[in-house]
């Protein structure tokens, strides 16, 4: 199935071989599918976490207590609880969400938590690092940031009148949700401090997965933070991009394959791209899709990794079929 050789990433001088080192980034329903499926195949899976949700549960929390929006960190955790009763039983209950007619509707028990720990231990990370414990986490959860951001998104066409004019749209349910097509995006604030454990983790890592995710909004803001992206630049992991299996309604309207990996290019031009992974089935010019892949340097590999379902979900057990493949780690998939 796959066109890239990889060597085996945890493979040590002496020739024992130890779990491979990966960091996942992104945030939201794709890092989940990404983190359920990398989660089968090591126990050192780091994820990197987008913290610029300023919707919902997220929402409201950060704005009345001036917290991390806690929501993607949350789901991050709960795609890494095991497949036992234990951890069946604590996923469920950290995504389970509040119906009432008062104050409690919407949030949800893990957002609660994860704030709640951080205003007992004043530390975002040892906060998550305590939920971790709790659920049994097969892996660790890290915020890209230290701090929350707002994303800037230019927009062309929010007015279909004027398809050419250029609109500034602030905040991440803005973006995600705009009538226009998104070229660029910036951070406020402009230079946000990197998470040092995030940045370590990058540095440290033998490899690192781009995607898949809502491209503006959970993937690109990675890049704009100045610490984890020179961390990303020169780190000596491998790095995966995995593409989503369609564009996203309101963000990525009529992407192709290859215009992911030309916007990942020009929000992170001194980014090297070891691997692209995308679903075969919905590739309509492979050729295509692999010229773009050399030119910025990696090898494609072509997989069936979506639902069989017909929705654009990436199915847990393909997509860690096919890291296996890449990553060369040997284990054996499922628990």
């Given at each position: ?135 049994g986490a097969h892996g660790r959860v890290l915020p890209m940031s230290s701090v929350p951001l707002d994303i800037v998104a230019e927009v062309a066409g929010v007015d279909p009148d ?174």
């Amino acid at each position: 199935m796959s066109e890239a050789s990889a060597r085996p990433a945890g493979e040590t001088t002496d020739g024992d071989a130890s779990p491979p080192r990966v960091v996942a980034l992104g945030g939201g329903h794709g890092l989940y599918a990404s983190l359920s499926a990398l989660r089968r195949l090591t126990t050192d899976v780091t994820a990197i976490v987008t913290v610029a949700d300023d919707g919902g549960s997220s929402g409201r929390l950060r704005r009345e207590l001036g917290v991390l929006p806690p929501g993607d960190l949350r789901m991050a955790l709960a795609a890494l609880c095991g497949d036992d009763e234990w951890g069946h039983t604590w996923s469920e209950v950290i995504q389970h969400r509040f119906r009432s007619e008062g104050e409690l509707h919407g949030h949800t028990v893990g957002n609660l938590l994860i704030v709640a720990l951080w205003e007992l231990l004043g530390d975002p990370v040892a906060g998550l690092d305590w939920v971790g414990q709790l659920l049994g986490a097969h892996g660790r959860v890290l915020p890209m940031s230290s701090v929350p951001l707002d994303i800037v998104a230019e927009v062309a066409g929010v007015d279909p009148d004027r398809p050419h004019d250029v609109t500034t749209v602030r905040g991440q349910v803005a973006c995600a949700s705009t009538r226009g097509r998104v070229r660029s995006i910036s951070l406020i604030p402009e230079s946000p401090p990197a998470s040092t454990q995030a940045v370590k983790a990058v540095r440290e890592a033998d490899w690192v997965v781009f995607g898949p995710g809502s491209w503006f909004t959970s993937v690109l803001p990675h890049l704009l933070v100045p610490g984890l992206a020179e961390a990303l630049v020169t780190t000596t992991a491998r790095r995966m991009v995995a593409l989503n299996l369609s564009p996203q309604q309101g963000e990525t309207d009529g992407f192709r394959p290859e215009t992911y990996l030309d916007v990942l290019a020009a929000h992170a031009p001194g980014l090297g791209v070891d691997v692209v992974l995308a679903d075969r089935a919905v590739v309509d010019d492979h050729e295509r899709l692999r010229r773009t892949v050399k030119g910025i340097g990696g090898q494609l590999v072509l997989a069936d990794v979506g639902s069989d379902d017909g929705s654009p979900h990436h199915d847990p057990d393909r997509l860690a079929a096919a890291y296996d493949d890449i990553i060369g780690t040997g284990v054996r998939r499922g628990r």
